[in-house]
């Protein structure tokens, strides 16, 4: 199989699981040890020197510098598969706003959720923006599920997970979208070994 993906249980490799199960992508799945820190053994650091997952390697393509092509960060993973993969760009404005939606998520929503002294401040903000743009109640981009659905709503729904004592109900949307996400087969099939 060309495509392998290394992560970890509980990690943000769920996030290109999600979309490989979603566009049904044939991939091999390789689960880490991270308590006995694999991901910071020599045979990983090969594929991504920094030893965090995700990490995919693609041996049906050749890196410029020669072998393999290797990739790290959860976010040009996403971008990769759906550039070659999905096939979700025909046009430089359909690849930058996926690269707008994908950046959004894993550094601006990101640093909202997940950074406490970011949390109080820029959390609600965000919150009340995408909350009326969910409300449209269409895909981010274009007419179909696609790759900047897949980062946003994979972050939403780390809410339930990681804050469970946050309070959405101002945000209707934003617990909709959660719950849709919830209810894919694909996104549960994702998270049963991430
Ligand atoms: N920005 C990176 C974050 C990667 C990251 O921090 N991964 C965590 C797991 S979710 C990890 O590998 N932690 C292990 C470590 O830092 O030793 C991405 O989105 O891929």
């Not at 960060?73 to 996926?98: H, K, M, N, V």
């Not at 995408?130 to 981010?140: G, I, K, V, Y």
């Amino acid at each position: 199989m060309a495509l392998t993906l290394y992560g970890g249980p509980r990690s943000r490799a769920s996030m290109p699981r999600w979309y490989l199960a979603e566009k049904g992508i044939a991939y091999s799945w390789r689960l880490l040890d991270m308590q006995a820190d694999e991901h910071r053994q020599p045979a990983f650091l090969a594929i991504n020197p920094f030893g965090k997952v995700p990490a995919l390697e693609d041996s049906s393509a050749v890196a410029p510098q020669g072998g393999p092509l290797r990739l790290f960060e959860s976010g040009a993973i996403l971008l990769y598969l759906a550039d070659r993969y999905g096939q979700e760009f025909s046009s430089p404005e359909q690849r930058a706003l996926a690269e707008q939606w994908v950046l959004f998520a894993n550094a601006t929503l990101a640093t909202a959720l997940f950074v406490e002294s970011a949390r109080e401040r820029e959390f609600p903000r965000l919150m009340a923006a995408l909350d009326q743009r969910l409300a449209e109640a269409t895909p981010l981009i274009g007419a179909s599920w696609g790759v900047a659905d897949c980062a946003v709503n994979a972050h939403l729904a780390y809410l339930p997970i990681f804050f469970p004592q946050l309070d959405l109900s101002p945000y209707p949307a934003v617990q909709a979208t959660i719950e849709a996400t919830r209810a894919r087969p694909a996104y549960q099939t994702a998270m049963a070994t991430a």
